[in-house]
Structures are given as structure tokens and as C-alpha cells.
């Protein structure tokens, strides 16, 4: 009798399963139908089975073994999301979680739930009846190897955020991170540094000195010229965008004798070793607050360089430039659509990065071919900076191994290899008909980048 009812759930939950919409369905529901379901344990709560994963050493509950609906409730409770924002809720495990913030999210809320294992997908769908979320409209699913869906995952969390005009939620499920198998290493540090990052954003260091940068920067921005005045500047010329990577030190000669043929756009970081290399950058780039961001101009530098810079920008950086040579640009955290203008005047898309608020720069003022220099993305000796940088050296917790620009692995902290991907979905998405051509030799392989020497760069487009 017990295995006929999970066998009901199964084929239930299949047939519900085969009505939704998500990517590479039939090959993922052939692959559920393959898969050994793990060992299940009743709790409690009848017909509210839990279910145990492997960590690598140890068995996982990936639930409660007393009331896992009550637990999943709690736990919805203690994270404090808004009921009226968006979700992605990454692991389903058995789906108690998901249940409780479909019950507690406004009826209006969308919830992307991303399962990377599809043993405890299979496991859920053998234990439990999961038409709640299965038949829900309000419910995106996204199942499967990270590389195969991470695309239109993203696709899916901007367009929310574009067209609804709110947040995007990140809830972890713990026990189901810790038990991704060994082929998705590399999402679990992501997903670890997504759920150090993101548990609450609202009361961060890093948005109180935005608040208060802003507000220090209220006379300053009166008196600067709008980033609107730049649009199409440029139009059809090549750019040079500098990096603070150890590898830029290979190149700043060459880079400095380039400049008069491109437009040369410099991150902040890179703008001492840049201008000690005699290099006059048509233009940096700073977005962050921290206090550690004014060191980066600490020094005399051409005044012929004009910046580009959120009102939140650190206030000494932004005071070090000349009111005619600082253009002022509104951040927008939607990314662009393609050939975006009403609505977005004088604005720049603002990421962790600056290297993609850079890129969001070139496209507003035409700029049809990128250069990369620097931009390694990676740690070499324990220097994660250029030499004469501010800052020439990090400490990470987490160092994750990606493919390497010369075919070797490289480590790369957590938070750049954010930065990596996103680089890649940037571009590939906003950046029709543009070129981006990698020529950092050295650090990280970027996905969709061509790869170049920076000399033979130069040659061949310039």
C-alpha cells in the first residue's frame, strides 16, 4: 500500500510536472524518471516525509525528523523577506519551504525555485504531493546542471526586476547546499557568497555610505555635467578599458602610447599605475563608497581627465576633479535592453563591478569594439592589483578554480567570479554587433570574449 501512494505521487507529480514550462524539460523529466530516490524518513506530521543527502562525509536531514512543515515556516519567518518582492529560492529539497512562502508571499509575487540536484528533485516528487507548486502559475521552475540553465535563469530575475519595478529575494536552503554534488562545486561558493552578501541588504555598510555620500554630494552633482551629454560621443570608435589586474603591468607601456588612437576608459583603481606609465585617460570610472576609493586618487593627474560618477561615489574621489570635468550619471540597477532610451536618460547601470557599469559607459557613447586590459579576475602570488595600485592585495575565505586566459586554472576569489559571469551575460545580451576582445594575458578566461595579445589588438583594430 505505501508504495503505491508514492507511486501515485510520482506520476501525479510528473504529469504536473510535464504541463510547466522550463527549460529542457523532456530531457530533465527522462532523467528524473532514472533517478534512485534517497532514503525518506516519516516524521511527526503524517504524510510529511523528510529526507537525508550526503555531504560528502556525513548524512544531511534535509528537513526536520520532527515537523517539517512548522520548521519551514519558522524559517520563511526568521529571514525577513517582503512578502511583496519577487523570490528565487535556490533549492526545493522537498518542497516544505517553497509551500510556506507561497502562503506567506503577496498573491502577486513571482517565485523562481532552482534545483541543481536532480536526486532530490526526483526525491521530492516520489514523496510528497507537490501539485501546490507544480500546478502554481505564480511558480518558475529551473532544474538541472547550472551551466545548462544559468542564462535563462538571469534572463528571468532581470526581467522581474525591469518590469516590476521591485526586489529579487534570495532564500537559500542550507541542507540542500550542502549537499550539491561535487560537479557543482563551483555554484555552491557562488551561492555561499550570495547567501553572505544578500541575506539583508537594506541596513549594509556599503548603502549607508551611499545614503551619506549622496548627501555630501548634493552641491557637487548641481554643479557637474550630466553623463546625458556624452551620449553617442563616441560613435563607431574603439575603446581601451583598464583594468587594475597584475597583468596590466605587462602592457602600460603599450597601453600609454595607444591611448591617442582609442578612447581610453580606466577604473579607479588602475588610474595611479596608469598615469605613473604617462597614460592621460580620456576618462575613469568610480562607483563605490568606501572610504579606501579616495586613495586611488591621492596623487596629481591630468586634468584633462574627466570622471564618471554615481552621486553615491566617495565624496573626496568626486571633489578631486573639476566641476566641467565631472559628468554625473544616475545608477540604474535595471539592466539596458537593447537600444534602451526614454525613461533612462543621463543613467548607467550599476553592478558590484565597475567593470560592467564601464561597459553600460561605452555603449552610451557608441563605441563599437572593447579592448580588456587588466582584467584579470583572478589571484597570482597573493596580488589580486597591478603594482602601484592602492590596494595591491586581498584576503578571500573562498578562492574557487575557473579556466585560466593561457588554459590553466586559476584561483579566483568568490566575488570575482560573480563579477566573471555577469561580465559574460552583460555582454552577450546588451553588447549586439560589438566586439569585446580580451586582451588581459594573464588571470581569467572571459566566456564570449576574444582573446588577444594586446599588441596584436592594437595592430589589427586600431
Known amino acids: 500500500m505505501v508504495k503505491e501512494t508514492i507511486m501515485s505521487f510520482f506520476e501525479k507529480n ?10 529542457g524539460k523532456y530531457e530533465i523529466i527522462k532523467k528524473l524518471r532514472s533517478e534512485v530516490p534517497l532514503e525518506r524518513v516519516e516524521t511527526s506530521v503524517q504524510d510529511c516525509p523528510t529526507a537525508f ?19 519551514a515556516e519558522r524559517w520563511i519567518a526568521t529571514n525577513k523577506l517582503d512578502e511583496h518582492n519577487h523570490l528565487v529560492a535556490l ?11 507561497l502562503n506567506l508571499y503577496h498573491s502577486e509575487s513571482r517565485i523562481i525555485v532552482v534545483e541543481l540536484n536532480l536526486k532530490h528533485f526526483a526525491t521530492a516528487l516520489h514523496a510528497r504531493d507537490l501539485s501546490t507548486i507544480l500546478d502554481n502559475d505564480r511558480i518558475k521552475l529551473f532544474l538541472g546542471p547550472m551551466d545548462i540553465i544559468r542564462n535563462e535563469f538571469i534572463s528571468e530575475t532581470e526581467y522581474l526586476k525591469e518590469n516590476d519595478g521591485v526586489e529579487v529575494e534570495v532564500m537559500i536552503h542550507e541542507p540542500s547546499l550542502r549537499t550539491l554534488p561535487k560537479s557543482e562545486q563551483q555554484s555552491q561558493e557562488i551561492f555561499y557568497y550570495i547567501r553572505n552578501i544578500r541575506i539583508s541588504t537594506k541596513n549594509t555598510r556599503q548603502q549607508r555610505l551611499q545614503q551619506k555620500n549622496q548627501a555630501g554630494n548634493e552641491e557637487v552633482v548641481k554643479a557637474s555635467v550630466s553623463v546625458e551629454t556624452l551620449r553617442g560621443s563616441q560613435l563607431g570608435r574603439t575603446a581601451i578599458l583598464i583594468a587594475p589586474g597584475p597583468s596590466l603591468q605587462k602592457n602600460l607601456h603599450l597601453v600609454a602610447l595607444a591611448a591617442g588612437h582609442a578612447v581610453t576608459v580606466c577604473l579607479d583603481a588602475a588610474l595611479k599605475p596608469a598615469v605613473n606609465a604617462g597614460l ?17 586618487f591621492d596623487f596629481s593627474f591630468s586634468n584633462k581627465t574627466g570622471l564618471i560618477f554615481f552621486p553615491g561615489s566617495n565624496m573626496k574621489a568626486v571633489r578631486r576633479f573639476a566641476p566641467e570635468n565631472r559628468f554625473v550619471a544616475m545608477p540604474s540597477d535595471i539592466p539596458p535592453p537593447s537600444g534602451r532610451e526614454r525613461g533612462f536618460e543621463g543613467m548607467l547601470y550599476r553592478s558590484s563591478s565597475v567593470i560592467i557599469t564601464a561597459l553600460d559607459f561605452y555603449r552610451h557613447i557608441g563605441c563599437n569594439s572593447i579592448i580588456l586590459v587588466g582584467a584579470d579576475h583572478a589571484v597570482r602570488k597573493d596580488r589580486s592589483h597591478v603594482e602601484g595600485a592602492a590596494t595591491q592585495s586581498r584576503k578571500s575565505s573562498r578562492l574557487i578554480k575557473a579556466g585560466g586566459y593561457f588554459g590553466v586554472e586559476v584561483n579566483v576569489p568568490e566575488d570575482y567570479y560573480i563579477y566573471l559571469r555577469e561580465i559574460e551575460t552583460f555582454f552577450e545580451k546588451y553588447f549586439p554587433g560589438c566586439q569585446l576582445i580580451n586582451a588581459t594575458e594573464g588571470g581569467s578566461r572571459i566566456n564570449g570574449c576574444r582573446q588577444s595579445s594586446f599588441l596584436d589588438a592594437v595592430v589589427n583594430i586600431l
Open 91 to 101: 533549492g526545493i529539497a522537498l518542497g516544505y519551504h517553497v509551500e510556506a512562502a
Open 14 to 23: 510528473l504529469k504536473a510536472l510535464t504541463s510547466a514550462d522550463f527549460p
Open 280 to 296: 592621460v585617460p580620456d576618462y575613469v570610472v568610480t562607483i563605490d563608497p568606501a572610504d579606501i576609493i579616495s586613495d586611488f
Open 53 to 71: 543527502g550526503f555531504d560528502g562525509i556525513r548524512k544531511v536531514a534535509l528537513h526536520s525528523t520532527r515537523n517539517p512543515v512548522k520548521e
